[in-house]
C-alpha cells in the first residue's frame, strides 16, 4: 500500500527532514572533530581544546618529510589517474562494443579487486612487486595502486558507454572522417563527464590508499597516508590532525570542481 504523501502532511515532511539532519550531523561530526582538533593549542590531541592556534599547520609545512609524502601521493595519483582513465576506456570499448565469448565473465573478472579483502591484495601485490624488486619504487606503487583504482574507471566508463549513442560515429563516418578522427572528435567529446569523474574517481583511490602502500612503502618512499599511519603509530601530535584537515579540504575542493564541471556543460545546453 503507497503511503499518500499530501495526507500525511507536515509531520512526515518533518521527520524525514529530522532524520537526513542527524544522519548529515552523525557523517560529518568526525570530520569537524578532526579539524576542530587542528587548532587546538594543546600539543596532544584533547577535545574540547584549550585554546586556538596555527602552529601545527606551520609544524606540517616546515617538515620536509611531510612535503616528501605529499609529493609522492599526488606523483604516484597522478600516474595512476592517466592510466586508469587511458586502460579504462579501452577495456570498456572492449566490453561494450565486443562481440566475444565470455565477455560477461571478464567483465566480472576486471572487478574483482573491488570486492576482493585489501590486504589479500596487498601481500599479493607485495610478494610480486619484492620478486621482481619494485618494492619501494615509483613503478611498483604505480602497480599496486593501478590494480585498485582501474576497476572504478571501469565501471564509470562501461555505464557511460551502455547508454551511448553509436549512431553519432556511424554518422561521422559517413561525413568522412576516420576512425581515429571519430574516436578523438565524438566519441570522446561526448563522455568527456564520465572521463572526468573516473578520473577524479581513479585518483582518489590513489590518494587514499593505505594498505597497499604500507607493504610497499620503504624509508626513502612513502606517501603521504602511510607517513599519517606511522605517525599515529608513534605519537598523537596535533600536526595529523591539520594534514587531516588538509586532506578533507583538498578532496572538497576536487569534489567542486567536479560539481562545477559537469554543472557547466549542462548549463551552456
Not at 592510466?83 to 574483482?112: D, E, I, K, N
Not at 583504482?149 to 571501469?154: H, R, S, T, Y
Given at each position: 500500500?503507497?503511503?499518500?504523501?499530501?495526507?500525511?502532511?507536515?509531520?512526515?515532511?518533518?521527520?524525514?527532514?529530522?532524520?537526513?539532519?542527524?544522519?548529515?550531523?552523525?557523517?560529518?561530526?568526525?570530520?569537524?572533530?578532526?579539524?576542530?582538533?587542528?587548532?587546538?593549542?594543546?600539543?596532544?590531541?584533547?577535545?574540547?581544546?584549550?585554546?586556538?592556534?596555527?602552529?601545527?599547520?606551520?609544524?606540517?609545512?616546515?617538515?620536509?618529510g611531510w612535503l616528501q609524502a605529499t609529493w609522492h601521493s599526488t606523483k604516484v595519483a597522478l600516474i595512476v589517474m592517466v592510466l586508469a582513465v587511458s586502460l579504462g576506456f579501452l577495456t570498456a570499448l572492449a566490453l561494450v562494443r565486443g562481440r566475444f565469448p565470455g565477455r560477461a565473465w571478464l567483465r566480472g573478472f576486471?572487478?574483482?579487486?573491488?570486492?576482493?579483502?585489501?590486504?589479500?591484495?596487498?601481500?599479493?601485490?607485495?610478494?610480486?612487486?619484492?620478486?621482481?624488486?619494485?618494492?619501494?619504487?615509483?613503478?611498483?606503487?604505480?602497480?599496486?595502486?593501478?590494480?585498485?583504482?582501474?576497476?572504478?574507471?571501469?565501471?564509470?566508463?562501461?555505464?557511460?558507454?551502455?547508454?551511448?549513442?553509436?549512431?553519432?560515429?556511424?554518422?561521422?563516418?559517413?561525413?568522412?572522417?576516420?576512425?581515429?578522427?571519430?574516436?578523438?572528435?565524438?566519441?570522446?567529446?561526448?563522455?568527456?563527464?564520465?572521463?572526468?569523474?573516473?578520473?577524479?574517481?581513479?585518483?582518489?583511490?590513489?590518494?587514499?590508499?593505505?594498505?597497499?602502500?604500507?607493504?610497499?612503502?620503504?624509508?626513502?618512499?612513502?606517501?603521504?597516508?602511510?607517513?599519517?599511519?606511522?605517525?599515529?603509530?608513534?605519537?598523537?601530535?596535533?600536526?595529523?590532525?591539520?594534514?587531516?584537515?588538509?586532506?578533507?579540504?583538498?578532496?572538497?575542493?576536487?569534489?567542486?570542481?567536479?560539481?562545477?564541471?559537469?554543472?557547466?556543460?549542462?548549463?551552456?545546453?
Amino acid at each position: 500500500m503507497l503511503l499518500d504523501h499530501d495526507k500525511l502532511g507536515w509531520p512526515l515532511k518533518l521527520g524525514l527532514g529530522l532524520i537526513a539532519v542527524l544522519v548529515c550531523g552523525f557523517l560529518l561530526a568526525p570530520i569537524v572533530f578532526i579539524a576542530l582538533l587542528s587548532f587546538g593549542s594543546s600539543p596532544w590531541l584533547i577535545f574540547p581544546p584549550p585554546g586556538w592556534t596555527l602552529q601545527w599547520y606551520r609544524e606540517m609545512w616546515a617538515d620536509p618529510g611531510w612535503l616528501q609524502a605529499t609529493w609522492h601521493s599526488t606523483k604516484v595519483a597522478l600516474i595512476v589517474m592517466v592510466l586508469a582513465v587511458s586502460l579504462g576506456f579501452l577495456t570498456a570499448l572492449a566490453l561494450v562494443r565486443g562481440r566475444f565469448p565470455g565477455r560477461a565473465w571478464l567483465r566480472g573478472f576486471f572487478l574483482t579487486p573491488m570486492v576482493l579483502p585489501v590486504v589479500v591484495l596487498a601481500v599479493a601485490l607485495y610478494a610480486m612487486c619484492l620478486k621482481m624488486g619494485l618494492t619501494g619504487t615509483l613503478t611498483g606503487f604505480v602497480i599496486g595502486h593501478l590494480v585498485i583504482a582501474l576497476p572504478f574507471a571501469i565501471i564509470t566508463l562501461c555505464n557511460a558507454l551502455e547508454g551511448y549513442d553509436f549512431a553519432l560515429e556511424e554518422a561521422a563516418l559517413i561525413c568522412g572522417a576516420t576512425p581515429w578522427q571519430v574516436k578523438w572528435r565524438v566519441t570522446l567529446p561526448a563522455l568527456r563527464l564520465s572521463l572526468f569523474a573516473a578520473a577524479v574517481f581513479a585518483f582518489l583511490v590513489s590518494w587514499d590508499e593505505v594498505v597497499v602502500s604500507i607493504f610497499m612503502a620503504t624509508p626513502g618512499m612513502e606517501t603521504l597516508p602511510v607517513r599519517i599511519w606511522s605517525t599515529l603509530r608513534q605519537d598523537l601530535s596535533p600536526v595529523i590532525a591539520a594534514v587531516s584537515t588538509v586532506l578533507i579540504g583538498f578532496t572538497l575542493l576536487l569534489m567542486l570542481i567536479a560539481a562545477a564541471f559537469r554543472k557547466g556543460p549542462q548549463h551552456g545546453q
